[in-house]
């Protein structure tokens, strides 16, 4: 067996999914650099695989956040296959180590985190068509389940209106309602009063640049009033 052969026994092992056609993994770690033509490279699996991905993330945080709405959800999903943590992913399984790469292009342990994230994306779409979804979605899960957890904390911890709906609907049965008191300024740079009504209570008001940044910041003072948040708390780890 090629030293390159046994990278990509070895890669199996640590990716826990053994090919039925081994030309596909060969094709997942073949760059455009080294093949004949860039049909013959990974660039046409790492479409498909980019495609599998956010499919089995977008299902994930769907899953994960039944109260979130579209744009929260959106924000989750751009974070988890972001191009940044695609890379540490695939580092983190050394899925470039039998990477084949054209003359001049280096050591795959120094290449760019672009090229890094290209090669799980290819590699997820490898083995969408040599197993279908199922395997695809357990590597994905296995390997991204930390970073949707942590990008789902960290978008909720911020989302104050998203925090209230939550809290209003467990413990008020109620869902909040947001209200423009009065508005200032040039219809160019105008400020927004919006206060926030929770089973018929309205709580204080607040000021923003935009009425999505005043409903924001009058959530947060619903929730401090509601005692769900304490001052200067953020983590979602205070609700409740």
Not at 139 to 157: D, V
Not at 178 to 193: A, I, N, R, T
Request: hydrophobic share 40%.
């Amino acid at each position: 067996m090629s030293n390159n052969g046994k990278r990509l026994e070895e890669l199996q092992q640590r990716s826990g999914y053994t090919f039925t056609n081994p030309a596909l993994l060969s094709e997942a770690m073949t760059h455009a650099s080294y093949a004949n033509s860039r049909q013959e490279s990974n660039e046409r699996l790492e479409f498909l695989g980019d495609s599998v991905l956010g499919l089995v993330v977008c299902h994930a945080v769907y899953q994960r956040l039944p109260n979130a709405l579209e744009g929260e959800l959106t924000k989750i999903k751009s974070a988890v296959v972001s191009r940044r943590i695609c890379a540490r992913v695939a580092n983190k399984l050394r899925l470039t180590e039998p990477l084949i790469l054209g003359q001049g292009m280096g050591d795959p342990d120094g290449l760019p985190r672009s090229l890094a994230a290209g090669v799980f994306e290819a590699f997820v779409g490898a083995m969408y068509i040599d197993g279908g979804l199922g395997p695809a979605r357990r590597f994905i899960l296995a390997n991204m389940s930390a970073e949707i957890e942590l990008a789902a904390r960290s978008e909720h911890q911020f989302n104050f209106k998203s925090q209230l709906q939550q809290y209003s609907q467990r413990f008020l049965n109620a869902a909040p309602l947001y209200e423009v008191l009065d508005e200032k300024g040039p219809d160019h740079s105008k400020c927004f009063e919006v206060a926030v009504v929770v089973d018929r209570k309205q709580y204080g008001s607040a000021w923003g640049p935009s009425k999505k940044e005043a409903e924001q910041k009058a959530a947060r003072a619903a929730l401090l009033a509601l005692g769900a948040i304490k001052p200067g708390a953020l983590n979602e780890a205070d609700i409740y």
